[in-house]
């Protein structure tokens, strides 16, 4: 899909803190990043200027704080949200403002290109203009299908267009990328594409090779790149290609909560998603060891009043054991807007028994072979799942609400499947030890100068923070430093 899945995220935009790039010195497991939170922060803020994200500061730990003028206002808390917000601030957990990339107000385009693009008056050009193409949320419509007033951030509207405008970009539809081609120098001279109109080969020669296929996928295609020179596969001289695969712990459960019911109608639909979330909180009792499990993990809740749906009458009906007529309209009347979700999403270790590789046998319709999957979670992610469960159960509690069905303190089975949270991570891990790791600080590959990895390949930890953001920031990191080498003549 041209734009990837940005066309229908979640949005939230979350900044790995300084701990998330150092897990292994406080904890002793899984992998450091070759680079620290300084490093990245001057691209987060880049990230936020260019794509819009909502949110404040709250000098929270290991949740930084942006730079004045980097964050838009964000949206004022629905009724749901401030009675999760009062009960659990009463158990110690902090529920702020969430951080998601929608416009709540437009850019401010005439200061920001400066910002972003410092020196470079036609960049700063075509920026603007993009920008000023984009409206503020007018709180009305399901966003997960795309926003047609580019108040959301997906890349179709914000990226493509001023680099189309730029006049540096051909967009080659259709074309299903096999394998990275390389010379006898063993630099990487392009890419191998099957045309999907025609099944025809064809090949795109380049000086500077980008993977970002997304994690698996662009493993998939270093993976597929075998030859004389790289018998394991292109950049691969390591064996790590596909290993260390990471997901985000996730572990769900809904309520109804009895003060929340038969409130007045009101419009609630607010910014397609959460308005709030709780960060994680516990830091200082996990380094005490008062925890079974060492990283953790934020809340994302859900709840209000949004647009009904053909589900919202049978989301309703262990309560109402599926009521009719008049007494349908009377339960819906009742329940409408009493229902609320919580969702973990926590900090996965790599592990040696999480990885992909090629499959022996099967082939895609193009006759690419495809990746097979190895996945298990440690304890350190099902104790975490389970303790998810328990506050989630300990919250609606203290609101007063009955859980839907019932917690589940087996963390083995309440943890998601292993890529079911769809942020999956790693695959090409970073680092300083090309024996050890698959690319440099850079997102460039140790044993292939020109070949770059600027998705979520090179991730070699996966915190609870969502990791698109982050894959922007680096992403921006590698393009400028693409850039630099460039001109220096080391490419
Ligand atoms: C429903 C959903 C909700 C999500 N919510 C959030 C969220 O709230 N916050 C968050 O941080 N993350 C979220 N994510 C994850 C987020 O979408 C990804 O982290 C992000 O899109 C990854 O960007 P990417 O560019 O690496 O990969 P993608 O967005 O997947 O883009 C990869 C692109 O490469 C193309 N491609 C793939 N293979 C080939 C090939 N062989 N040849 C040519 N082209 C190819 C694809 O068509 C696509 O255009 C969500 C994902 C989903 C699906
Ligand atoms: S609610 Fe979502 S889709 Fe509707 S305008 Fe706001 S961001 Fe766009």
Redesign the pocket.
């Known amino acids: ?6 066309n ?6 979350f900044r790995n803190g300084p701990y998330d790039f150092k897990p292994k010195s406080r904890d002793g497991l899984g992998f450091d990043w070759p680079l620290s939170y300084e490093d990245v922060a001057p691209y987060y803020d880049k990230v936020e200027m260019l794509i819009g994200v909502y949110g404040d500061n709250n000098g929270l730990e290991n949740t930084p704080d942006s730079p004045d003028g980097c964050l838009l206002p964000p949206p004022k808390p629905r009724i749901s949200d401030l009675l999760m917000q009062n009960r659990a601030k009463g158990m110690g957990i902090p529920v702020v403002a969430a951080h998601r990339a929608v416009l709540t107000q437009r850019l401010d385009y005439n200061r920001l290109p400066a910002k972003l693009h410092p020196g470079n008056a036609f960049a700063q050009r075509i920026v603007s203009e993009a920008m000023q193409t984009r409206a503020a949320c007018f709180w009305a419509t399901p966003c997960g299908r795309g926003c047609s007033i580019r108040a959301t951030y997906q890349s179709t509207t914000v990226h493509i267009p001023p680099a189309m405008a730029s006049g540096n970009l051909d967009v080659l539809p259709n ?3 096999r394998e990275v081609t390389v010379n006898a120098q063993g630099k990487a001279t392009g890419i191998t594409i099957i045309d999907k109109t025609s099944g025809k080969e064809r090949h795109a020669s380049a000086r500077v090779v980008v993977l ?4 698996c ?1 662009t493993v998939r ?1 270093l993976l597929n790149s075998r030859n004389a020179q790289f018998p394991q596969g292109v950049a691969n001289s390591s064996g790590l290609v596909g290993k260390y695969i990471m997901d985000t712990v996730g572990s769900s459960l809904s309520a109804q909560i009895p003060l929340l019911e038969s409130l007045p109608p009101y419009n609630d639909d607010g910014a397609g998603g959460a308005h709030i979330y709780a960060p994680w909180w516990l830091y200082k009792e996990q380094l005490a060891g008062k925890l079974n499990f060492p990283r953790g993990y934020h809340i994302e809740y859900g709840g209000g009043r949004a647009m009904p749906s053909a589900s919202t009458g049978a989301s309703m009906e262990w309560l109402t054991g599926g009521s009719y007529g008049r007494k349908f309209k009377e339960d819906a009347r009742r329940y409408y807007g009493s229902f609320v979700s919580f969702s973990g999403r926590g900090d996965m270790i790599p592990n040696e028994n999480s990885f992909c590789e090629i499959d022996p046998s099967k082939k895609d319709v193009w006759g690419i072979p495809v990746l097979r999957f190895h996945w298990k979670w440690s304890e350190h992610e099902t104790r975490q799942a389970a303790h998810m469960q328990q506050t989630f159960a300990d919250i609606i509690s203290a609101m007063g609400g009955k859980v839907r069905g019932k917690p589940q303190l087996d963390g083995a089975k309440a943890i998601a499947q292993g890529g079911l949270i ?2 999956e991570v790693g695959g090409a891990i970073m680092g300083d030890n090309p024996s050890k790791s698959v690319t440099n600080q850079w997102c460039q590959t140790h044993d292939v100068k020109n070949l770059f990895l600027t ?2 390949a090179p991730f070699p930890s996966n915190a609870d923070k ?4 982050t ?1 922007m920031a680096l992403a921006w990191r590698a393009s400028d430093y693409i850039v630099s080498e460039l001109k220096k003549g080391n490419l």
């Open positions: 899909m041209l734009g990837g899945r940005t229908h995220w979640g949005r939230y935009s074309a299903m990328v970002a296929a997304s994690a996928e295609i769809i942020h998705d979520g969502n990791p698109t953001q894959i």
